[in-house]
C-alpha cells in the first residue's frame, strides 16, 4: 500500500460560482461568496439588496450563482430574507438555507432597522455582511463601517473620517441572537467552518466578513488575501465567535500582534496619514483588541 499522504481538504469542492462575473480584479466581496455558498451548498436562496453584490451576479437572465438570486431593496435584506423564510415553510420547505447578503452601507447604516427587527425576533436566516468599509457600488461614499483615517469620496483627505467603525457585532450580540461570527477571506477554512455552523444553528445568524476592496481602497488586486490576513494579525479585525449574545471565543489568538503600520501603507486610503494620526489609530485597535480579549 501506498504511504503517500493524502491531504484532505475542508472546503468543500463544488462551486456555486461561476467565473465570468461582474466584478473588479482582486475583490474580497467576491472571494466571501464563493466560499459561504460552498459551505451552505445548492438548497440556499440569496436575498441581495443594492451592492456591488447586486451588480457582481450579473444582468438578467445570466447570473454567475447556481442558486436562486431575490433582488430587494437597499434597506430590506433582512426582513426580504424573513419574508422567503416564511414563504418556503408555507409550501413546505424547511430545509433550504436563507441567506441575507449585504454590504456594510445596507448592513451598518441603512439596513439597521430591518436587522435589528428580525433579530429581536430571531427569524430563522443567516445573514452575512460583507464588509469593504464604504459604499462602493455607488462610487466610495463613506459608511459607519469606515475606519477612522479613511479617505472616501466624501471624506476627502482634507476632511478625513475622524469617527471609529461602528460596533455592529456589539449591537447583533446586545439582541441575544444565537450566532454571531467574524471572518476574513485570507482564512478560507475558518470561513467556510463558521458558515457551516450557521447553518445548522436555527434563528438569527449573523457573519461579519472581513472583504479587502481594491477600486475603494486604492490597494493593488493582488493585495487582497494579504490585506484580510494582516488586519487579523494585527488584530484590526479580529476572528471571534459570540453564542447567545454572551459567550465570546476567540478563533485564533494572535500572540504576539503585528503593528498597523504595513496595513496601511498598503492602502492608498490611508497614504495622507501623518505619523500621529497612524499612531492613534494603533492606539485604538490596541484599547480595542485588550477589550475583547476581556470578554472571551
Ligand atoms: C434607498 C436607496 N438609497 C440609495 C441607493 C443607492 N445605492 C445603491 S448601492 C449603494 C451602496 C451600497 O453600499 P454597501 O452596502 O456598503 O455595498 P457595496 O456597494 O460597498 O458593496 C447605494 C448608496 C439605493 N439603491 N437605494
Ligand atoms: S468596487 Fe470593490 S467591492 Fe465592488 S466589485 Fe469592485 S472590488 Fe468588489
Ligand atoms: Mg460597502
Redesign the pocket.
Known amino acids: 500500500m501506498s504511504k503517500e499522504k493524502v491531504m484532505k481538504l475542508s472546503i468543500p469542492e463544488e462551486e456555486l460560482m461561476s467565473p465570468g462575473h461582474l466584478a473588479c480584479q482582486g475583490c474580497g ?1 467576491t472571494m466571501a461568496m464563493r466560499y459561504v455558498l460552498k459551505a451552505l451548498g445548492r438548497k440556499t436562496v440569496v436575498c441581495i439588496p ?4 447586486a451588480v457582481i451576479d450579473g444582468p438578467f437572465p445570466h447570473s454567475s450563482l447556481s442558486v436562486p438570486i431575490f433582488h430587494c ?3 430590506t435584506a433582512a426582513s426580504t430574507a424573513a419574508g422567503v423564510k416564511a414563504g418556503l415553510e408555507m409550501v413546505g420547505d424547511k430545509e433550504t438555507t436563507v441567506l441575507a447578503w ?5 448592513t451598518f447604516d ?1 439596513g439597521l432597522q430591518a436587522l435589528s427587527g428580525a433579530a429581536e425576533r430571531n427569524d430563522d436566516f443567516i445573514y452575512v455582511c460583507y464588509d ?1 468599509e ?5 462610487g466610495i461614499q463613506r ?1 459607519s463601517a469606515t475606519p477612522y483615517g479613511a479617505w472616501t469620496t466624501t471624506t476627502p483627505v482634507k476632511h478625513f473620517k475622524v469617527r471609529p467603525k461602528k460596533d455592529i457585532v456589539g449591537i447583533l450580540a446586545a439582541h441575544g441572537i444565537p450566532y454571531i461570527a467574524t471572518a476574513s477571506v485570507a482564512y478560507p477554512e475558518d470561513l467556510v467552518k463558521k458558515a457551516r455552523k450557521a447553518k445548522d444553528i436555527k434563528g438569527t445568524r449573523f457573519l461579519h466578513i472581513y472583504a479587502p476592496c481594491p477600486s475603494g481602497w486604492k490597494s493593488r488586486p493582488e493585495d487582497t488575501v494579504k490585506l484580510a490576513r494582516l488586519a487579523v494579525q494585527t488584530g484590526i479585525f479580529p476572528l471571534f465567535e459570540i453564542a447567545d449574545g454572551e459567550t465570546t471565543t476567540m478563533s485564533l489568538k494572535i500572540e504576539k500582534r503585528k503593528p498597523i503600520d504595513d496595513y496601511v501603507r498598503l492602502q492608498g486610503r490611508f497614504r495622507h496619514l501623518k505619523e500621529n494620526e497612524v499612531a492613534a489609530m494603533q492606539a485604538e485597535v490596541d484599547r480595542k483588541y485588550e477589550k475583547l480579549l476581556k470578554r472571551c
Open positions: 466581496a443594492a451592492c456591488c453584490w431593496a437597499f434597506e449585504a454590504g456594510d452601507g445596507g441603512i469593504n464604504a459604499y462602493m457600488n455607488t459608511s
